[in-house]
Nanobody, 126 residues
Framework: QVQLVESGGGLVQAGGSLRLSCAAS????????MGWFRQAPGKEREFVAT????????FYADSVKGRFAISRDNAKSTVYLQMNSLKPEDTAVYYC???????????????????WGQGTQVTVSS
């Protein structure tokens, strides 16, 4: 069992930056592929970014590529999402998630993640 707790959300002006953190419980954090997803009001949850178990490999949604950066610190059992050049369309609740072992889904698919945080609100004003 893994518990995930996000922090770092808030209100920021367009063009600004925020850094989200997601702290995980348990001693097996390094065995999970980690991802960030977001959900805007009235929209489906969408993939944002994912990082491999070691952190050596990352992948991003086209909408955030070049602006967001995912990273992880396995010693601290924490995954981060650095968000730069924020736009109003980035406004959403952001969730971190841990992928289950042996998942048959791609890491951009929310169905492949079995542990989820409670979410943190990010609001970008124009």
């Amino acid at each position: 069992q893994v518990q995930l707790v996000e922090s770092g959300g808030g209100l920021v002006q367009a063009g600004g930056s925020l850094r989200l953190s997601c702290a995980a419980s348990g001693r097996t954090f390094s065995t999970y592929v980690m991802g960030w997803f977001r959900q805007a009001p009235g929209k489906e949850r969408e993939f944002v970014a994912t990082t491999s178990r070691s952190g050596g490999s990352t992948f991003y949604a086209d909408s955030v590529k070049g602006r967001f950066a995912i990273s992880r610190d396995n010693a601290k059992s924490t995954v981060y999402l650095q968000m730069n050049s924020l736009k109003p369309e980035d406004t959403a609740v952001y969730y971190c998630a841990a992928s289950g072992p042996g998942s048959t889904y791609t890491y951009t698919d929310a169905r492949g993640y079995i542990y989820w945080g409670q979410g943190t609100q990010v609001t970008v004003s124009s």
